[in-house]
């Protein structure tokens, strides 16, 4: 996996370690909090790729809204 995926996919988790669930509007709103790690997602379609692999990998949910797609973390079950 490239450093540029890997990066987009971390600030989401980060992003949703503090507010979970969140749409894909939610993360690119809040990217600026992570500038460092959310460099790459300049675009909705950037968090969409990278929240895909997250749901492939069982990290994630994400749904259909009427605001778009939204994001939940899935808590470790060993917490």
């Known amino acids: 996996m490239s450093d ?9 988790l980060e992003i949703l370690k503090k507010k979970n ?8 709103a809040m990217r600026d909090l992570f500038p460092d790690l959310c460099a790459g997602c300049s675009s909705g379609g950037d968090v969409v790729l990278a929240g895909k692999q997250l749901v492939e990998e069982g990290m994630v949910q994400r749904k259909w809204t ?5 994001w939940k973390l899935i808590s470790d079950p060993e917490e």
Do not use: L
Not at 4 to 12: A, D, G, L, T, V
Not at 21 to 28: E, N, V, Y
């Open 66 to 70: 009427n605001e778009g797609f939204e």
């Open 21 to 28: 669930p969140a749409t894909t509007k939610d993360i690119m």
């Open 4 to 12: 540029f995926k890997e990066r987009n996919i971390q600030c989401i």
